[in-house]
């Protein structure tokens, strides 16, 4: 099993950056795929961000691309997610997770099912 925590997060006004930080321990998660997701109080976790093992591969939601960049250094394994921009509604707690399984489905952006481990949330919250 793979342990994660986060740090990072915090309050920002509109237009301002945050960079959140995933900390991986136990069974190495090199050696999988990463990702960010984030609920909204009321909604359902949404997938942000993802990023292959190697690193070369990234997917993004469609809302934060341009804004929020994924990034993994696997000599520390540990991921990033750099958010600049943020909007009032980039408002939620931020998860980072690792799928523990090999295989990746490129057609779609993945789902919570996707990843077996997780963190226990970083609050963001974007003022107007």
């Known amino acids: 099993q793979v342990q994660l925590v986060e740090s990072g997060g915090g309050l920002v006004q509109a237009g301002g950056s945050l960079r959140l930080s995933c900390a991986a321990s136990?069974?190495?998660?090199?050696?999988?795929?990463m990702g960010w997701f984030r609920q909204a109080p009321g909604k359902e976790r949404e997938f942000v961000a993802a990023?292959?093992?190697?690193?070369?591969?990234?997917r993004y939601l469609d809302s934060v691309k341009g804004r929020f960049t994924i990034s993994r250094d696997n000599a520390k394994n540990t991921a990033a997610l750099q958010m600049n921009s943020l909007k009032p509604e980039d408002t939620a707690v931020y998860y980072c997770?690792?799928?523990?399984?090999?295989?990746?489905?490129?057609?779609?952006?993945?789902?919570?099912?996707?990843?077996?481990?997780w963190g226990q949330g970083t609050q963001v919250t974007v003022s107007s």
């Open positions: 997770a690792v799928r523990i399984r090999p295989g990746w489905d490129y057609t779609r952006d993945p789902s919570p099912s996707d990843f077996g481990s």
């Open positions: 990023i292959s093992p190697s690193g070369t591969y990234t």
């Open positions: 136990g069974r190495a998660a090199r050696a999988y795929f």
